[in-house]
């Protein structure tokens, strides 16, 4: 069956410095992934999306790379800030407009 | 970016009782929803798929009967669970796809934390 993994549950990193998240799958091939950013008792909030013909995307302070042969994404937020403490989650799809299958998320906790 | 809402935010109700949870795209026409169900520290889980007009579509091991899933317009759909019991707590989310979105992105409702006593 399809499996999603995101390599830490937990990751603590010091304000400015990069936080590097990663995101492993088995069993599928994807359209294309997403990441989504959640705060405690909230729904997630769409950050990242990259298709599968793509190895890197940027927005702002964020970078997404996709490696379909190594079935693994890289997600990297560059000078991290207390406000970036958050879970993130990955997302996969297939086709447009269908469900998007998760991840457990990584709770990233920046520190001043 | 598109927004959605979720009314309630959250709900306390007894065994037995249902409970109805409105999700709403507030500026653009939803063709398709999704519900998820999201357990403490666990990844959202996909629970049903609708279409507005149509019925919505189970995912396995969700029993349709007791959570009634309508989408009635292309800005609404509800999800009502029935005879609500303790194991039915959880944070429920819905999303939103549709005709301004570009075609990959889903936007998320804020979610409903269901609590049953």
């Known amino acids: 069956s399809q499996k999603i993994e995101q390599n830490s549950e937990a990751l603590n990193i010091q304000e400015g410095k990069t936080a590097t998240l990663t995101c492993n799958y088995t069993?599928?091939?994807?359209?294309?992934l997403q990441w989504y950013r959640q705060d405690p008792g909230r729904g997630p909030v769409f950050l990242l999306l990259?298709?599968?013909?793509?190895k890197e995307k940027r927005k702002e302070r964020l970078k997404v790379t996709f490696d379909t042969t190594l079935k693994q994404s890289l997600f990297h937020i560059t000078a991290s800030q207390p406000a970036d403490s958050a879970t993130y989650l990955c997302?996969?799809?297939?086709?447009?407009?269908?469900?998007?299958?998760f991840g457990k998320g990584t709770t990233l906790s920046v520190s001043s | 970016g598109a927004v959605v809402s979720q009314h309630p935010s959250w709900v306390i109700c007894k065994s037995g009782t249902s409970v109805k949870i409105e999700c709403r795209s507030l500026?653009?026409?939803?063709?398709?929803m999704f519900w998820y169900r999201q357990f403490p520290k666990q990844s959202l889980m996909l629970m049903a798929t609708?279409?507005?007009?149509?019925?919505?579509?189970?995912e396995q091991g969700v029993e349709k009967d007791k959570f009634l899933i309508n989408h009635a317009s292309l800005t609404l759909s509800t999800l009502t669970v029935t005879s609500a019991h303790p194991e039915d707590s959880s944070f429920y989310i819905c999303?939103?796809?549709?005709?301004?979105?570009?075609?990959?992105?889903?936007?998320f409702g804020p979610g409903t934390r269901l609590t049953v006593l």
């Open positions: 997302a996969l799809g297939d086709q447009a407009g269908t469900a998007l299958i």
């Open positions: 069993n599928y091939s994807p359209a294309y």
């Open positions: 990259i298709r599968e013909n793509e």
């Open positions: 500026d653009f026409q939803a063709t398709t």
């Open positions: 609708s279409n507005e007009g149509s019925k919505a579509t189970y």
């Open positions: 999303s939103g796809v549709g005709d301004r979105i570009s075609y990959n992105e889903q936007f």
